[in-house]
Protein backbone atom coordinates (compact mmCIF):
# COMPACT_ATOMS: atom_id res chain seq x y z
CA UNK A 1 0.00 0.00 0.00
CA UNK A 2 1.17 3.34 -1.19
CA UNK A 3 -0.60 6.02 1.38
CA UNK A 4 0.60 9.60 0.17
CA UNK A 5 0.11 12.99 2.25
CA UNK A 6 1.04 15.26 -0.22
CA UNK A 7 1.60 18.32 1.81
CA UNK A 8 2.46 16.49 4.97
CA UNK A 9 6.04 15.58 4.11
CA UNK A 10 9.14 16.59 2.83
CA UNK A 11 9.64 14.53 0.01
CA UNK A 12 10.07 15.85 -3.57
CA UNK A 13 7.27 16.56 -5.51
CA UNK A 14 5.82 15.49 -9.49
CA UNK A 15 3.28 17.68 -10.32
CA UNK A 16 1.13 16.94 -12.95
CA UNK A 17 -0.44 20.14 -14.16
CA UNK A 18 -2.96 20.55 -16.92
CA UNK A 19 -2.15 23.25 -19.39
CA UNK A 20 -5.14 25.26 -21.70
CA UNK A 21 -6.18 22.87 -24.76
CA UNK A 22 -6.46 26.43 -26.81
CA UNK A 23 -6.78 29.55 -25.18
CA UNK A 24 -3.77 30.60 -23.06
CA UNK A 25 -6.14 32.44 -20.75
CA UNK A 26 -7.59 28.89 -19.20
CA UNK A 27 -5.08 28.78 -16.87
CA UNK A 28 -5.81 29.02 -13.10
CA UNK A 29 -3.43 31.21 -10.47
CA UNK A 30 -2.28 27.94 -9.03
CA UNK A 31 -0.71 26.57 -12.35
CA UNK A 32 0.93 29.71 -12.84
CA UNK A 33 2.05 29.53 -9.50
CA UNK A 34 3.33 25.66 -9.55
CA UNK A 35 4.74 26.40 -12.86
CA UNK A 36 7.17 29.21 -11.43
CA UNK A 37 7.85 27.71 -8.44
CA UNK A 38 9.19 24.36 -9.48
CA UNK A 39 13.13 23.50 -10.37
CA UNK A 40 11.97 22.11 -13.63
CA UNK A 41 9.13 21.83 -16.16
CA UNK A 42 9.12 18.42 -17.84
CA UNK A 43 7.40 19.27 -21.37
CA UNK A 44 6.14 16.78 -23.66
CA UNK A 45 7.49 19.94 -26.83
CA UNK A 46 8.93 22.43 -25.65
CA UNK A 47 8.56 24.66 -28.37
CA UNK A 48 4.63 24.23 -27.50
CA UNK A 49 5.58 25.05 -24.08
CA UNK A 50 7.43 28.14 -24.37
CA UNK A 51 4.73 29.63 -26.29
CA UNK A 52 3.00 29.17 -22.51
CA UNK A 53 5.65 30.07 -20.49
CA UNK A 54 6.54 33.19 -22.48
CA UNK A 55 2.69 34.52 -22.28
CA UNK A 56 2.53 33.97 -18.68
CA UNK A 57 6.60 35.17 -17.76
CA UNK A 58 7.78 32.01 -16.69
CA UNK A 59 11.53 31.28 -16.48
CA UNK A 60 11.83 28.10 -15.23
CA UNK A 61 13.84 25.82 -16.95
CA UNK A 62 11.97 23.14 -19.26
CA UNK A 63 13.54 19.73 -20.02
CA UNK A 64 12.15 16.88 -22.16
CA UNK A 65 9.36 14.01 -21.71
CA UNK A 66 7.99 12.61 -24.98
CA UNK A 67 7.18 9.52 -25.94
CA UNK A 68 10.30 8.99 -28.61
CA UNK A 69 12.81 9.68 -24.93
CA UNK A 70 10.72 8.01 -22.64
CA UNK A 71 12.93 5.69 -20.67
CA UNK A 72 16.09 8.32 -20.64
CA UNK A 73 13.70 10.96 -19.95
CA UNK A 74 12.24 9.49 -16.96
CA UNK A 75 15.44 8.12 -15.92
CA UNK A 76 16.69 12.04 -15.38
CA UNK A 77 13.93 12.96 -13.96
CA UNK A 78 14.02 10.66 -11.35
CA UNK A 79 17.34 11.38 -10.40
CA UNK A 80 16.56 15.06 -10.21
CA UNK A 81 13.44 14.81 -8.28
CA UNK A 82 15.82 12.25 -5.98
CA UNK A 83 17.77 14.83 -5.55
CA UNK A 84 15.29 17.16 -4.03
CA UNK A 85 14.08 18.98 -7.33
CA UNK A 86 10.35 19.39 -8.19
CA UNK A 87 9.28 18.83 -11.20
CA UNK A 88 5.97 20.28 -13.13
CA UNK A 89 5.09 17.21 -15.97
CA UNK A 90 3.04 19.25 -19.12
CA UNK A 91 1.79 18.22 -22.06
CA UNK A 92 1.05 20.24 -25.08
CA UNK A 93 -2.52 20.58 -23.81
CA UNK A 94 -4.85 19.26 -21.47
CA UNK A 95 -3.92 16.58 -18.41
CA UNK A 96 -0.44 15.17 -19.04
CA UNK A 97 -1.19 10.84 -18.76
CA UNK A 98 -3.99 10.86 -20.50
CA UNK A 99 -3.55 10.23 -24.44
CA UNK A 100 -0.15 11.74 -23.92
CA UNK A 101 3.07 10.22 -22.08
CA UNK A 102 3.31 10.38 -18.25
CA UNK A 103 1.84 7.12 -16.96
CA UNK A 104 5.42 5.56 -16.91
CA UNK A 105 6.79 8.41 -15.35
CA UNK A 106 3.97 8.33 -12.58
CA UNK A 107 4.46 4.91 -11.77
CA UNK A 108 8.35 5.26 -11.64
CA UNK A 109 7.92 8.26 -8.99
CA UNK A 110 5.43 6.79 -6.77
CA UNK A 111 7.95 3.21 -6.59
CA UNK A 112 10.12 5.95 -4.99
CA UNK A 113 7.87 7.37 -2.52
CA UNK A 114 8.02 11.08 -4.50
CA UNK A 115 4.62 12.78 -4.12
CA UNK A 116 2.29 13.12 -6.95
CA UNK A 117 0.30 15.95 -7.07
CA UNK A 118 -2.34 16.73 -9.84
CA UNK A 119 -2.62 20.76 -10.54
CA UNK A 120 -6.14 21.06 -12.22
CA UNK A 121 -7.06 22.70 -15.46
CA UNK A 122 -8.52 22.09 -18.89
CA UNK A 123 -9.96 18.50 -20.10
CA UNK A 124 -11.01 18.49 -23.73
CA UNK A 125 -13.11 15.06 -22.80
CA UNK A 126 -15.21 16.81 -19.92
CA UNK A 127 -15.56 20.31 -22.00
CA UNK A 128 -17.05 17.85 -24.73
CA UNK A 129 -19.18 15.73 -22.40
CA UNK A 130 -20.83 18.87 -20.66
CA UNK A 131 -21.61 20.38 -23.81
CA UNK A 132 -22.82 17.84 -25.76
CA UNK A 133 -26.34 17.71 -25.25
CA UNK A 134 -25.64 13.60 -24.17
CA UNK A 135 -26.32 12.41 -20.71
CA UNK A 136 -23.20 13.11 -19.25
CA UNK A 137 -23.27 10.12 -16.41
CA UNK A 138 -22.22 7.68 -16.43
CA UNK A 139 -19.84 7.90 -19.33
CA UNK A 140 -16.67 6.34 -20.69
CA UNK A 141 -13.78 7.58 -21.72
CA UNK A 142 -11.76 5.92 -24.74
CA UNK A 143 -9.51 7.81 -26.06
CA UNK A 144 -8.20 7.30 -29.42
CA UNK A 145 -9.33 4.08 -31.09
CA UNK A 146 -6.24 2.07 -33.17
CA UNK A 147 -5.44 3.27 -36.53
CA UNK A 148 -6.01 0.56 -38.34
CA UNK A 149 -9.37 -0.08 -39.55
CA UNK A 150 -8.87 -3.94 -38.70
CA UNK A 151 -8.14 -3.11 -35.23
CA UNK A 152 -10.58 -0.11 -34.35
CA UNK A 153 -13.50 -2.21 -36.28
CA UNK A 154 -12.90 -4.76 -33.07
CA UNK A 155 -12.68 -1.79 -30.83
CA UNK A 156 -15.70 -0.42 -31.91
CA UNK A 157 -17.31 -3.79 -31.47
CA UNK A 158 -17.04 -4.05 -28.00
CA UNK A 159 -18.16 -0.33 -27.47
CA UNK A 160 -21.14 -0.60 -29.13
CA UNK A 161 -22.19 -2.69 -26.14
CA UNK A 162 -21.91 -0.57 -23.71
CA UNK A 163 -24.99 1.36 -22.24
CA UNK A 164 -22.23 4.46 -20.99
CA UNK A 165 -21.83 7.42 -22.58
CA UNK A 166 -18.44 7.00 -24.80
CA UNK A 167 -15.84 9.61 -25.48
CA UNK A 168 -13.33 9.46 -28.25
CA UNK A 169 -10.49 11.37 -29.51
CA UNK A 170 -9.62 11.60 -33.26
CA UNK A 171 -7.75 13.49 -35.51
CA UNK A 172 -8.96 15.32 -38.94
CA UNK A 173 -7.28 12.90 -41.53
CA UNK A 174 -9.15 9.86 -39.85
CA UNK A 175 -12.89 11.57 -39.19
CA UNK A 176 -14.34 10.61 -42.25
CA UNK A 177 -13.41 6.71 -41.96
CA UNK A 178 -14.08 6.16 -38.48
CA UNK A 179 -17.52 7.64 -38.08
CA UNK A 180 -18.13 5.44 -41.58
CA UNK A 181 -17.12 2.49 -39.08
CA UNK A 182 -19.21 3.85 -36.19
CA UNK A 183 -22.14 4.13 -38.06
CA UNK A 184 -21.70 0.66 -39.79
CA UNK A 185 -20.82 -0.87 -36.74
CA UNK A 186 -22.80 0.94 -33.77
CA UNK A 187 -25.85 2.34 -35.61
CA UNK A 188 -27.03 5.42 -36.53
CA UNK A 189 -26.56 6.87 -33.10
CA UNK A 190 -26.35 10.49 -31.71
CA UNK A 191 -23.33 12.27 -31.42
CA UNK A 192 -21.82 15.27 -30.45
CA UNK A 193 -18.65 15.98 -32.80
CA UNK A 194 -16.47 18.96 -30.71
CA UNK A 195 -13.46 20.27 -32.51
CA UNK A 196 -11.00 23.60 -31.83
CA UNK A 197 -12.29 23.78 -28.03
CA UNK A 198 -11.54 26.93 -26.40
CA UNK A 199 -9.84 28.32 -29.55
CA UNK A 200 -11.53 30.67 -32.02
CA UNK A 201 -13.10 28.79 -34.24
CA UNK A 202 -14.72 26.35 -31.83
CA UNK A 203 -17.30 24.00 -33.24
CA UNK A 204 -19.94 21.47 -31.55
CA UNK A 205 -21.75 19.45 -34.41
CA UNK A 206 -24.56 17.50 -32.73
CA UNK A 207 -26.51 15.22 -34.88
CA UNK A 208 -26.74 11.46 -35.60
CA UNK A 209 -23.86 9.82 -37.30
CA UNK A 210 -24.98 9.86 -40.62
CA UNK A 211 -25.70 13.64 -40.38
CA UNK A 212 -22.04 14.71 -38.78
CA UNK A 213 -20.79 12.35 -41.81
CA UNK A 214 -21.74 14.72 -44.41
CA UNK A 215 -19.42 17.53 -43.05
CA UNK A 216 -16.65 15.34 -41.74
CA UNK A 217 -13.95 16.05 -44.69
CA UNK A 218 -14.30 19.14 -44.36
CA UNK A 219 -13.27 19.58 -40.64
CA UNK A 220 -9.65 20.21 -38.92
CA UNK A 221 -8.26 20.28 -35.60
CA UNK A 222 -8.14 17.86 -33.08
CA UNK A 223 -11.48 16.65 -32.34
CA UNK A 224 -13.62 15.00 -29.51
CA UNK A 225 -16.52 12.54 -30.36
CA UNK A 226 -19.05 12.13 -27.58
CA UNK A 227 -21.32 9.03 -28.39
CA UNK A 228 -24.56 8.26 -27.09
CA UNK A 229 -24.86 4.90 -25.13
CA UNK A 230 -26.56 1.60 -26.22
CA UNK A 231 -29.45 1.11 -24.09
CA UNK A 232 -30.60 -2.07 -25.28
CA UNK A 233 -27.86 -4.11 -27.81
CA UNK A 234 -31.10 -6.00 -29.26
CA UNK A 235 -32.63 -2.07 -30.89
CA UNK A 236 -29.32 -1.30 -32.12
CA UNK A 237 -30.53 0.54 -35.75
CA UNK A 238 -28.72 0.16 -39.05
CA UNK A 239 -28.98 2.13 -41.46
CA UNK A 240 -27.62 -0.28 -44.07
CA UNK A 241 -28.80 -3.46 -45.62
CA UNK A 242 -27.12 -7.04 -44.44
CA UNK A 243 -25.44 -7.22 -47.93
CA UNK A 244 -24.67 -3.52 -47.72
CA UNK A 245 -22.89 -3.94 -44.58
CA UNK A 246 -20.89 -7.00 -46.16
CA UNK A 247 -19.78 -5.12 -48.85
CA UNK A 248 -18.92 -1.90 -47.01
CA UNK A 249 -16.44 -4.33 -44.79
CA UNK A 250 -15.68 -6.00 -48.19
CA UNK A 251 -14.15 -3.09 -49.56
CA UNK A 252 -12.23 -2.18 -45.82
CA UNK A 253 -10.48 -5.00 -46.95
CA UNK A 254 -12.10 -8.12 -45.45
CA UNK A 255 -12.92 -11.27 -47.33
CA UNK A 256 -16.43 -12.13 -48.05
CA UNK A 257 -16.27 -15.24 -45.57
CA UNK A 258 -15.08 -12.83 -43.17
CA UNK A 259 -17.04 -10.11 -44.21
CA UNK A 260 -20.64 -12.22 -43.25
CA UNK A 261 -19.08 -14.30 -40.05
CA UNK A 262 -18.76 -10.52 -39.03
CA UNK A 263 -22.32 -9.00 -39.92
CA UNK A 264 -23.74 -11.98 -38.03
CA UNK A 265 -21.98 -11.06 -35.00
CA UNK A 266 -22.56 -7.42 -34.91
CA UNK A 267 -26.22 -7.88 -36.34
CA UNK A 268 -26.78 -11.01 -33.88
CA UNK A 269 -27.88 -13.20 -36.56
CA UNK A 270 -27.26 -16.78 -37.38
CA UNK A 271 -23.98 -17.15 -39.22
CA UNK A 272 -25.82 -19.16 -42.14
CA UNK A 273 -28.85 -16.57 -42.70
CA UNK A 274 -26.14 -13.70 -43.39
CA UNK A 275 -24.06 -16.20 -45.54
CA UNK A 276 -27.77 -17.55 -47.62
CA UNK A 277 -28.93 -14.24 -47.89
CA UNK A 278 -25.71 -12.64 -49.76
CA UNK A 279 -25.38 -15.93 -51.99
CA UNK A 280 -28.79 -15.72 -53.21
CA UNK A 281 -28.13 -11.99 -54.09
CA UNK A 282 -24.77 -12.75 -55.58
CA UNK A 283 -26.34 -15.65 -57.66
CA UNK A 284 -29.34 -13.77 -58.61
CA UNK A 285 -26.71 -10.66 -60.30
Known amino acids: MNRQKSFDNSNPTLYLVATPIGNLSEVSYRVITTLKEVDYIAAEDTRVTIKLLNHYDINT ?161 EMVIVVSGNKETKDVEFNNTVIEHINELIELGLSSREAIKEVAKIRNLKKSDVYNEYHTIKEDR
Open 61 to 221: KLISHHEHNLNTAITRIIGLLEQGNNIALVSDAGYPAISDPGYELVSAAIEKDINVVVVNGPNAALGALVVSGIAPQPFMFYGFLDHKDKNKRKQLEKLKKYEETIILYESPHRISKTLELMLSIMGDRKIALARELTKKHEEIIRGNISEVLTVAAELKG
